[in-house]
């Protein structure tokens, strides 16, 4: 591993309200996952967890009065200058928690642009797993996040001995979600530090170093760009298809 490499920001945001929490649980173990697929693909991760149960009174008293405190403020520039996040919430009436939505109702609009974001929710029952597609997603989409399209949900069944173990059940979800968020945060960094065109490879074909737009002995931008009467193709196109008619 490189150790000039810069070290890629993975934020959890958990809004687990107990104390062990699922919630937590799922949030520690989708970052073990990810870190493990950043490890092998040779990429330096750091995580910070983000409790949103220590920061409920922030988060009420900063709605009301416009000011962060300062242990809020460092939550928020956590996660708006995070590589990468994994959210993760419990199910309440059918929904993410009041208290998931307030803290990302702090969060600008384009505060997240871009970001991959690895949605997880946590629930009595599966009855309740299509949270993370018709409320979660939603969220993200409004804050202009890239949500990855493995979300994952557990029941309170997924953690017992009795789990249902079909497709390797919990454990397999986690590896698979974990997974392509490194892969998609590792492949976004290594493409943004490659450059288009630079003559390094990422250009189109080899040694052009340029965007590949007009390869050698193509001519001039100024003749690829010339515009072409329309009568003229008319013109052509008619000719041609008399000359296939015949």
Do not use: C
Request: hydrophobic share 40%; glycine share 12%.
């Amino acid at each position: 591993m490189d150790p000039t490499r810069e070290t890629l920001k993975i934020v959890a945001v958990s809004a687990g309200l107990s104390k062990p929490s699922s919630t937590r649980l799922l949030a520690d173990r989708l970052a073990e996952s990810a870190t493990w697929e950043l490890t092998a693909l040779d990429v330096k991760a750091e995580v910070t967890v983000v409790e949103l149960r220590e920061l409920a009174v922030d988060i009420a008293n900063h709605l009301v009065t416009g000011f962060p405190s300062a242990a809020l403020r460092t939550a928020l520039e956590s996660v708006t200058g995070a590589d990468a996040l994994i959210t993760v919430t419990p199910v309440f009436a059918g929904s993410y928690s009041g208290l998931f939505k307030s803290f990302f109702d702090l969060v600008e609009p384009d505060a997240l642009r871009g970001t991959p974001v690895l949605l997880a929710a946590t629930g009595g029952t599966a009855r309740h797993s299509l949270v993370v597609e018709h409320a979660m997603r939603p969220l993200f989409s409004y804050l202009r996040a890239l949500t990855l399209p493995t979300a994952v949900f557990a029941a309170t069944d997924d953690w017992g001995a009795g789990a249902d173990t079909y497709g390797g059940g919990l454990p397999a979800r986690i590896e698979r979600a974990g997974a392509e968020l490194a892969r998609l945060v590792a492949g976004s960094r290594a493409g943004s530090g490659s450059g288009v065109g630079s003559g390094s490879g990422s250009g189109v074909g080899p040694g052009s170093g340029g965007t590949g737009r007009n390869a050698p002995g193509d001519g001039d931008a100024d003749d690829a760009d010339e515009v072409v009467p329309f009568e003229q193709l008319l013109a052509n196109q008619t000719g041609t298809t008399r000359t296939t008619n015949r």
